[in-house]
């Protein structure tokens, strides 16, 4: 088992910036890739990014490229996602997840935190 909990979120004006973080523990935190997904009210559940399990290797879904970024310290077991220029449009419950490999499929993925609101005002 892979206990992931975020924290991070908030209200931010348009242009700002949050920082996410996601604090693992249970088995090896190295041993997994790991992804951001977020939510919005009445839609399913996206992708944001991923970083492979080195922290080499990130993919980003297209409306965050450029604005983004995902990044891990395994010897403190911890996700991070910078999130900068965000808009409205970012505002949703943010998740972070584990998976054997790199993915960018909901179903490819583990484990899963309880997630963290961000959201964006105009």
């Known amino acids: 088992q892979v206990q992931l909990v975020e924290s991070g979120g908030g209200l931010v004006q348009a242009g700002g910036s949050l920082r996410l973080s996601c604090a693992a523990s249970?088995?090896?935190?190295?041993?997994?890739?790991m992804g951001w997904f977020r939510q919005a009210p009445g839609k399913e559940r996206a992708f944001v990014a991923a970083?492979?399990?080195?922290?080499?290797?990130?993919i980003y879904g297209d409306s965050v490229k450029a604005r983004f970024t995902i990044s891990r310290e395994n010897a403190k077991n911890t996700l991070y996602l910078q999130m900068d220029s965000l808009q409205p449009e970012d505002k949703a419950v943010y998740y972070c997840?584990?998976?054997?490999?790199?993915?960018?499929?909901?179903?490819?993925?583990?484990?899963w935190g309880q997630g963290t609101q961000v959201t964006v005002s105009s």
């Open positions: 970083v492979s399990r080195s922290g080499l290797t990130s």
């Open positions: 997840a584990a998976s054997p490999s790199l993915s960018t499929r909901v179903q490819g993925y583990e484990y």
């Open positions: 249970g088995r090896t935190f190295s041993n997994y890739a």
